[in-house]
T-cell receptor, first 113, second 115 residues
Framework: AQSVTQLGSHVSVSEGALVLLRCNYS??????LFWYVQYPNQGLQLLLK??????LVKGINGFEAEFKKSETSFHLTKPSAHMSDAAEYFCAVKAGANSKLTFGKGITLSVRP | GAGVSQSPSNKVTEKGKDVELRCDPI?????LYWYRQSLGQGLEFLIYFQGNSAPDKSGLPSDRFSAERTGGSVSTLTIQRTQQEDSAVYLCASSLGPGDPDTQYFGPGTRLTVL
């Protein structure tokens, strides 16, 4: 079985500040890990994913995440927040290919001018 | 290219009525997934199709929910005798299928409101 924990429901940062959104997972098999972003009244857009290989993955819009097996974590970061980053962010885990995504509860990111 | 499309975008219905939600996956994608997003439950998996068969139906919450896929393409999610707790956004996703790391691409969703 798989599960995802995203602590907290809301993060607020100033424009230009570091963004750090935490994600911890549990998986009975080597996981595939994803971050999705959802803008208001829109569907989910893939930010980045980890399947195998390099543990530091880069995604769209300057985001990156690092898979740390020992910590069962896949935290999302961005060095400098932009107003357009305000959205809800979901971490998700899959038990290999062709299986369902299990999502965390999501974190709403607000960016202050 | 065209992404995943869903229709209708919004659906308001009365308790007890049946509804059908449609999903058109990305062309060539053999895998199709339905999820539900609600305030109380977050994002929940409902059902997975590979081609026209559904190897994983474990997320369907009750026998009022059913889904089918025809021609390995369009899928319809049907909710019979709708209840207020069925109110949610229903999301469809598709992926290339077997052998792929299986990145799922999501549609914009159908917002269902049961009065």
């Amino acid at each position: 079985a798989q599960s995802v924990t995203q602590l907290g429901s809301h993060v607020s940062v100033s424009e230009g500040a570091l963004v750090l959104l935490r994600c911890n997972y549990s998986s009975s098999v080597p996981p595939y890990l994803f971050w999705y972003v959802q803008y208001p009244n829109q569907g989910l857009q893939l930010l980045l994913k980890y399947t195998t290989g390099a543990t530091l993955v880069k995604g769209i819009n300057g985001f990156e995440a690092e898979f740390k097996k020992s910590e069962t974590s896949f935290h999302l970061t961005k060095p400098s927040a932009h107003m357009s980053d305000a959205a809800e962010y979901f971490c998700a885990v899959k038990a290999g290919a062709n299986s369902k995504l299990t999502f965390g509860k999501g974190i709403t990111l607000s960016v202050r001018p | 290219g065209a992404g995943v499309s869903q229709s209708p975008s919004n659906k308001v219905t009365e308790k007890g009525k049946d509804v059908e939600l449609r999903c058109d996956p990305i062309s060539g994608h053999t895998a199709l997934y339905w999820y539900r997003q609600s305030l109380g439950q977050g994002l929940e998996f409902l059902i997975y199709f590979q081609g026209n068969s559904a190897p994983d139906k474990s997320g369907l919450p009750s026998d009022r929910f059913s889904a089918e896929r025809t021609g390995g393409s369009v899928s319809t999610l049907t909710i019979q005798r709708t209840q207020q707790e069925d109110s949610a956004v229903y999301l469809c996703a598709s992926s290339l299928g077997p052998g792929d790391p299986d990145t799922q691409y999501f549609g914009p969703g159908t917002r269902l409101t049961v009065l």
